[in-house]
């Protein structure tokens, strides 16, 4: 049977229990004072469902309290949908495709597909990666346009620049930089990797002298038509690129500077979580919304 035929992506009572079980696992927690053993569910004709109220602080609650979902007037359920279509498709899925599949407004589908990257904010970024010898490789790549292209001009300044260290085998860490350069990308390194990693690199110029930063720095010379050299080569972060640009090129095409950010922080997410399940993957997102309260309130869905 289809993951998509769940009861909670098409009836609102079940969408509510399931992102109880979801967010409680061990256990009603109250969201304004964090008690656990004295909330209790209201009931009665006039109470909204899933209301609960807390012993110790008296103030009622329901699941979406401190959450992106707080007073959004979309039904819950269609929450949910969202966001399995958004943490299952493996380059994204555009709000035009989620305003026409959960029929909704455009500007709704785009406004909850931006909260959806906002729960998926990675918590990786808390702990540096590498170590231990293990082989991290970083390297740059280029999209869109800032400004229209000079007639002469070479290079890709007027392109959005992203930078992204993988671990091979483990997580990749995108960042949306001004600048492709030394003095930028540096300390970026030296912030999101451990100092006892080997790194491997282009031969760009923003990456010279990286090994006095860290133990070991192999370079692929590809100006040269080297590409691979033993473990020295920058296909990983490559093939994440890929993936990457074919579906800002493909699905989303039109991406602004000012949310660049999110939607490679989206890439980020289904790579770092690419060898579970749909369903665990969006698990995962759904447990990051606590703490990331709507500001404004969401068109209401037709």
């Known amino acids: 049977m289809s993951q998509l035929s769940a009861q909670y992506f098409h009836d609102e009572q ?7 079980k979801v967010r409680w696992p061990d256990g009603v927690v109250c969201p304004h004072c964090g008690g656990m053993d004295k909330a209790y569910k209201l009931e009665g004709k006039s109470t909204r469902p899933g209301l609960y109220k807390c012993g110790h602080c008296r103030k009622p609650f329901t699941v979406t309290v401190g959450t992106l979902f707080e007073r959004s007037h979309i039904p819950l359920h269609k929450w949910l949908l969202a966001a ?5 498709s493996k380059k994204g899925i555009s709000s035009h495709q989620l305003h026409r599949t959960l029929d909704v407004t455009y500007k709704t589908a785009w406004f909850m597909s931006h909260r959806i990257r906002a729960a998926m904010k990675d918590s990786f970024f808390v702990k540096k990666i590498g170590g ?19 007639a002469g001009a070479r290079g890709y300044a007027h392109k959005e620049s992203i930078f992204s260290l993988v671990e091979r085998g483990g997580h990749v860490r995108s960042f949306h930089v001004n600048t492709v350069t030394g003095k930028t990308l540096k300390p970026i390194m030296q912030g999101q990797i451990n100092r006892d990693t080997h790194i491997v690199t282009d031969e760009m110029g923003a990456y010279k002298d990286t090994d006095r930063l860290f133990e070991q720095h192999s370079v692929v010379t590809h100006s040269k038509g080297e590409y691979v050299r033993g473990p020295v080569h920058t296909n990983t972060i490559e093939g994440f690129f890929s993936i990457l640009k074919r579906g800002l090129v493909g699905i989303y095409q039109h991406v602004g500077s000012q949310h660049l950010k999110r939607y490679i922080g989206e890439y980020d997410f289904r790579y770092n979580h690419r060898h579970i399940g ?3 993957r969006t698990i995962i997102a759904l447990r990051g919304i606590a703490g990331k309260r709507l500001m404004y309130c969401a068109p209401q869905a037709r």
């Open 14 to 20: 079940a969408a509510r229990e399931y992102l109880e």
């Open 84 to 88: 399995y279509l958004l943490c299952s």
């Open 132 to 150: 231990g010898g293990n082989i991290v490789e970083a390297d740059e790549t280029y999209w869109g346009t800032k400004y229209p292209k000079p």
């Open 278 to 280: 749909d369903i665990q």
